[in-house]
Each structure stands twice: as C-alpha cells, then as structure tokens.
C-alpha cells in the first residue's frame, strides 16, 4: 500500500515536471522566433514593433570594433564569440569563386551589415591575391563603415548602383537578406543588371509548402528589441523562380535555428549565372 502511494506520488511528480518544461518551451516559442501567417506586407508590418535601428547600430558598431582589434574572434547579430562560427559551404563558395578568377575575389554583400561576414572569414580571405570586398547597407551603416571599418579591401556603398560605379564584383551575398525584404523576388530579378557570374545564398528559411509563407519574427530581448516581418520561402516556388537564369551549383544546411509555425530549415545554396546571360554581359 506504503509503496503503492509512493509509486503513485513519483507519476504524479513526473507529470507535473513534463507540465512545467512543456510551459517553459511554449513560452520561449512564443517569446521569440518565426510566428503567424500573414495575408500581405502591410498586415505583418501591423504586428510588428519594428525596430530601434540606432541601438541595434550602436550594439554592431560597438561589437565589430572589438572583433576588428582581435578582442574577439567574430560576431553575428550583435552577439560575440571567441571562436570563429564558420558557415563551412559558405566560406568555401567564397574560394571556389576566387578559384575560378585566378585568385580574386570582388564581393557585393547586400545587408552585410558592417562587415559580418567579412571579418567572420578574414584569416582564409588573407590567402587570396586580390579581395574587394562591398557592402550595400542602410545610409547609418554606410557612415559608420566608411569611417571606422573602410580599408584598402572593405567598402560601404548606400546603393548598388554606387557600387558599380567604382567597380565590377564577381559574386553577389545574400546572407539572412531575402527573407526580410517586401518584394524578394524583385531583388533575385535586379541581380540581371550586374555583371556577377555568382550568386551565394545562406542563413535563409525554407518550408516544403506549396506556397511561400509570411510570419513576424521576434528577436530575443537579450539581443536587442525588435520584431520585424520575415518570409518563409516554398522551396518548391523559390527555386522555380531562381532557375529562369540561375543553375544551382549546390545546397547546404545553414546554422540558424528557430521556432517556427511550420517545419523549416535555414538554408543556402551557390549558384552561377546561366551561360547565355554571362555571354550576353561579355559581348
């Protein structure tokens, strides 16, 4: 009996605790991450708070100094690390461009914030011949770069059009870019008008519907205060988009993770521009 009531109260404890651990990870579900499914830009943008883009500056910009000095090995979002958080087909997508161009490499890295990605591969980039490496970002993000990061190799521009004014990059990066712009496709359509031969995609969300998908994604507190729409791309629709002048070298997984209304894995993928396209821009 003794030993019957004590079975009974160790189940009893055992579901209370599966309770508590199950109401803690709905909570962090619903406190960050991908939620919703919204009609159009405007709906999502409704539930949204924005955000506070000088902070989120100030935090970047207070981040990178310290990876620049070598304090730290590399940053993403704000936060630091003192390993390098490589995304291995990413970076090797970078060397097998630059392979293909007698060792150069000329990058435009739309979104790249201040140099994220940048500076995250710089020990395997010291290795080229030649590296130009351009950044298209928001006008507070251009002044800051051009002040305190532009070098020799590193470039701020407001507009890609400002950059092909000073030159002709090989490769185009959209590095957790497309997702979180209105008109996404209209970006993979502009990319017609610069001579690259290359495009590399990573850090960007896929589901296996029919349809791309519209939700708000909610950044951690700890991170900064934000929240801001976010597509999640049909593989199927994204790929028969892309492959009207695009040949998909290879896909690879990417390292981002979050809780979502739908499955979905970050992903990214190297890609070459169509044969006849390339011809076409050489004359």
């Known amino acids: 009996m ?5 079975i ?9 605790s599966h309770f508590i651990l199950r109401a803690r990870s709905l909570f962090r579900r619903h406190r960050y991450g991908l939620i919703g499914n919204y009609t159009d830009w405007i709906q999502a943008k409704a539930h949204s708070d924005g955000y506070a883009a000088e902070i989120i500056l100030q935090k970047t910009t207070a981040a990178l100094r310290r990876v620049k000095i070598g304090e730290f090995a590399c940053e993403r979002d704000t936060v630091l690390f003192h390993k390098v958080q490589y995304s291995w087909p990413l970076l090797a997508g970078l060397m097998w461009v630059a392979a293909r161009n007698t060792g150069r490499l000329n990058v435009l890295d739309v979104g790249g914030s201040l140099g994220s990605t940048y500076f995250q591969n710089r020990t395997f980039l010291d290795g080229l011949d030649f590296v130009r490496w351009n950044i298209v970002e928001q006008l507070g993000h251009v002044k800051v770069g051009q002040r305190e990061f532009q070098d020799k190799r590193l470039h701020f521009y407001e507009t890609i059009a400002a950059c092909l004014e000073q030159t002709s990059p090989d490769l185009v990066l959209l590095c957790s870019v497309l997702q979180y712009l209105e008109h ?4 993979i359509d502009s990319l017609l008008n610069i001579p690259c031969r290359f495009l590399i995609i990573d850090r960007t969300p896929f589901w296996d519907g029919a349809a791309d998908r519209l939700s708000v994604q909610k950044v951690p507190a700890e991170i900064y205060p934000a929240s801001y729409p976010s597509w ?3 593989t199927q629709q994204f790929h028969s988009h892309l492959a009207l002048n695009w040949d998909v070298v290879t896909e690879f997984d990417s390292q981002d993770r979050l809780p979502a209304p739908v499955p ?10 169509r044969q006849s396209l390339n011809q076409a821009f050489c004359g």
């Not at 003794?2 to 004590?6: A, D, I, M, R, Y």
């Not at 996404?184 to 970006?187: D, E």
Request: charged content about 15%; aromatic content about 12%.
């Open 2 to 6: 003794v030993c019957s009531k004590f």
């Open 8 to 16: 009974m109260r160790v189940q009893n404890l055992t579901l209370i």
């Open 184 to 187: 996404p496709y209209n970006m």
């Open 232 to 234: 999640i791309f049909s």
């Open 264 to 273: 979905l894995t970050y992903r990214g993928l190297i890609a070459t521009r």
